[in-house]
Structures are given as structure tokens and as C-alpha cells.
């Protein structure tokens, strides 16, 4: 089970964040947490996702459109590898005959 972290959880983990630049994140859309009643309610993704966006901030300076292009880019880069790391999984489930016609290795480890 996935523990469920609060505002001032969050706050304390990600020493660097404040309330408002957390409220910032949120109403962007650089982060997506759930809503329970009137609260939010993060995951340790989240915590992530929120340490990620201060780095790149607060250390490369980056505003908020720039934040914007450089988070999409990044969701989209792992979007890709997983999406690849399936089709992978696929091609190793293929016959030897098969995987040599695509010009993979027989043998896969």
C-alpha cells in the first residue's frame, strides 16, 4: 500500500518547497496529487516529482514555462522507455526463428 502524505508531510520532505510555491505546482499541473475532501493527499511519486521540479527551479533557474517544457519532455521520455521496455519484454517472448528473422540474438540471457 502506498502511504498517503499530507501538505505539511510533503513540506518537511521537501525542505526547499514552500506552501506556495507548492500551491503553484499543483495549480500548473506540474504535479497531480489526489483530493481527499478539502485536502490533498500526495504520494512518495509525488515527492519526487516535487524534489525533480525544485532542482530544476531553483538550481537552473528555469521559470515556469521553461519548468513546463522541460517536465512535459521528461514524461514523455518516460512514457517512451516504458513503452519500450514492453515491446522488449514482447520480442523476448518470440520463437528463436522469429527473433534471428528480426536479426536479434537466439540466445537472450
Known sequence: MTE???EADVLIRVTRLTRIRLASF???GLVKPDQ?????????IDIARLDLLCD???D????DTAL?????LLDQLHAVRHDLAYVASTLETLPASIRQQLGMPINLP
Open 36 to 44: 481527499d475532501g478539502e485536502r490533498w493527499v500526495f504520494a512518495q
Open 56 to 58: 530544476l527551479s531553483l
Open 26 to 28: 499543483i495549480e500548473t
Open 68 to 72: 513546463g517544457i522541460v517536465v512535459s
Open 4 to 6: 498517503a502524505l499530507t
Open 60 to 63: 537552473l533557474e528555469l521559470d
